[in-house]
């Protein structure tokens, strides 16, 4: 657009002198006269990832704390297992594993709700404007359009879900970690 500001001033030029001079008269863009809602809608976009990153983080701090736990309740199920013979990578595997498919699982569902509440807020929106909540989430006469406008970016969308899987795979490692040093003797002994 920047590119194209100076032919266009000329060719206008050629039309009208009074248009060539006059330093109060500029050829804008649509992005020149919407900046301040270009920039709100930036603004949002940077704010819904910032509460998406500490919504992940809550989700791997949820399976850091159960996967920690797991470990400290079969403790004495873990120093059995050793006690067989199972290594001490199997039993570090086995809590990995465990990590890993709930982060892809709740990642996974994740994802798929998302694009299904996507295709469908009109209907949610319709819902919730009805008789008994009659509460419009998203006003007409403040937004000046009918319907929500819905884009999907899916390739932003599947980047969240694995980087959500990712990082559940690395809050898995520490309890994981942990489970395969136990000793069995002392594990057998734990109360």
Known sequence: MEEMREPIARVLGAYDQEIALSPDRTIQSWEDRQRPLLRAVQNEKFLLGFVLFFIVLVACFTIFATLTMTV???????????????TPSGILAIFMMNGTLVGALGSGL??????????HVNTIRDFLRAKPLEWDIFPADIYLFDEIPTYIDHAAGAQFAIAAAVSALVFAIIPAFRASRLQPVKALRYE
């Open 72 to 86: 400290v309740e079969k403790t004495r199920e873990i120093g059995v297992l050793r006690a067989l013979g199972a």
């Open 110 to 119: 994740g994802y798929a709700v998302g694009i299904y509440v996507a295709h």
